[in-house]
């Protein structure tokens, strides 16, 4: 399965891309919006977007770390820096303001759904920090839910799960 944006209203339309040839147009309707646009499936640029992600993914876990997303819907993946300070991690939607968009069409994560914050200790060292935003259907560390109040600290390779899409933390140098 392969998913596509629409460009207006952020909505993923889903279709099967075995069944269409290299350097075939397709024409989409989306039905959020009714906006219809076209596609062209071509295995060249298929290649360097894959080679690009690549590269980000090695590139992206900078000084401060970052997140790798795993959809659970297809498996689709995201590779999201994190910055010093706060970390608001939600889903991506028109007209919402937050550091850590994920792109996603699961609307069990909420636009604002969790926090993750970056800081120094006296050593120098990273310390990573969850805590629920709050959202509607809660953070899970380990299968374990946090509270509305509750501040924990969280290592490489902590599993965190938001809605039903999973996030993986990389730290920093």
């Keep these: 399965m392969k998913r596509i944006l629409c460009p207006k209203c952020d909505n ?19 039905e959020n919006c ?3 646009f076209s596609i062209r499936m071509g295995k060249a640029k298929m290649k360097d977007i894959r080679r690009e992600e690549k590269h980000l993914e090695e590139s992206s876990t900078g000084e401060f770390g970052s997140i790798t997303v795993v959809e659970n819907v297809f498996g689709f993946k995201q590779v999201l820096p994190l910055q010093e300070g706060d970390n608001v991690i939600g889903r991506r939607c028109v007209g919402t303001i937050i550091n850590t968009p994920i792109e996603s069409g699961d609307m069990s994560m909420d636009r604002r759904h969790c926090i993750i914050n970056v800081k120094r200790n006296k050593q120098g060292k990273l310390i990573y920090t969850l805590r629920d935003a709050p959202s509607l259907t809660g953070t899970f560390h ?19 799960t938001i809605g039903a899409t999973t996030i993986i933390l990389h730290i920093g140098e």
């Design 142 to 160: 380990n299968n374990e839910i946090l509270g509305d109040r509750d501040r924990l600290r969280i290592d490489e390779g902590a599993i965190i």
């Design 34 to 36: 009714g906006k219809q």
């Design 12 to 30: 993923y339309l889903y279709f099967d891309e075995t069944k269409y040839v290299e350097g075939q147009s397709l024409v989409f309707v989306c």
